[in-house]
């Protein structure tokens, strides 16, 4: 769901352009993950609080990229300053996102928290306006914001006043996709030019993340008097696949065919959050959804389109 690590924009190597065959399958996989975790994080909450369902997410993607960092020999960062920002980035691209979908979706459907989620770009490129000189404003691009934020409100039914709307988990919803993008804005302006690979980066952002949850969730839960089963596995495949595993899979596709490639995921999630909510969840479906996410996705394109050199 929307890249939610530490991410140093790079150029794929040479021997890496060429290895191009077989990143078109794990792209489809990632986009799978991806859109069916807002399903598990509906499942998860059956049986779980919102902060039990985030720190076992968490805890289960830690120990995948534990293991990833083992096997390939990695050290895990140094120096206070880097993981002082670590921990911001923790903060606003892992628990307090998470843990807002999770609250979030206690009232509102898991097919809306998918399409708030693709909502992060346009976030982002508003933002980017202001904070990052080199992101210059276009035409196209404002166009695209105006468009994608129409597409919102046509989501949101805002022609009939909102009607049957939870107010209050929709914004928890967009509220944790403009983290994203303000995490993202946070890491390239503090942790662009250090030394440390992307797994190592990642590894100990998730780890500090899982530590905040541990620290938060006893304040504000108790714990469960009984683990049932299918809520259980939901949560532990949101963490060991839809985080874990994914990013891994998603450095794969980074270094075949570059950043801009695979972030193209971000417009698959929303469709396939929809599809999982309707098929397997039984949610309803009015017209405005998908035409509203239409809207939404085609903004979002728009937004990220690069001036011209």
Request: with cysteine; hydrophobic share 55%; aromatic share 10%.
């Amino acid at each position: 769901m929307t890249t939610a690590t530490v991410s140093r924009t790079s150029t794929p190597a040479p021997e890496a352009r060429r290895r191009t065959v077989g990143w078109r399958p794990r792209f489809a996989f990632l986009s799978l993950i991806w859109g069916f975790s807002f399903l598990l994080i509906k499942v998860g909450t059956e049986a779980y609080a919102p902060f039990q369902v985030t720190f076992g997410r968490l805890l289960f993607g830690t120990l995948v990229l534990a293991a990833a960092i083992a096997v390939k020999r990695e050290r895990l960062p140094r120096g206070a300053r880097t993981w002082g920002h670590l921990t911001v980035a923790a903060l606003l691209l892992n628990a307090l996102p998470f843990s807002l979908f999770a609250y979030a979706e206690l009232t509102i459907p898991s097919t809306l928290a998918g399409i708030c989620n693709a909502t992060s770009p346009l976030w982002g490129m508003a933002l980017s306006l202001v904070a990052l000189s080199e992101d210059r404003p276009t035409r196209v691009r404002v166009a695209g914001l105006g468009l994608g934020f129409l597409g919102v409100l046509t989501v949101l039914g805002a022609w009939q006043g909102f009607a049957g709307l939870d107010a209050k988990g929709t914004a928890m919803a967009l509220l944790a996709s403009l983290s994203y993008p303000i995490g993202w804005i946070y890491v390239r302006r503090t942790l662009a030019g250090t030394s440390d690979s992307n797994l190592s980066l990642t590894g100990a952002q998730l780890l500090l993340a899982t530590a905040q949850l541990a620290f938060v969730t006893p304040l504000f839960t108790t714990l469960p008097t009984s683990f049932p089963v299918l809520p259980l596995l939901a949560v532990v495949a949101l963490g060991a696949l839809g985080t874990g595993v994914a990013m891994l899979v998603q450095y794969g596709i980074v270094a075949e065919v570059g950043p801009t490639t695979a972030q193209m995921v971000t417009y698959f999630i929303p469709v396939i959050a929809t599809a999982a909510g309707v098929a397997l969840l039984g949610e309803s479906l009015a017209w405005s959804t998908p035409v509203g996410a239409a809207i939404v996705l085609a903004g979002a394109a728009l937004s990220q389109v690069k001036p011209r050199t």
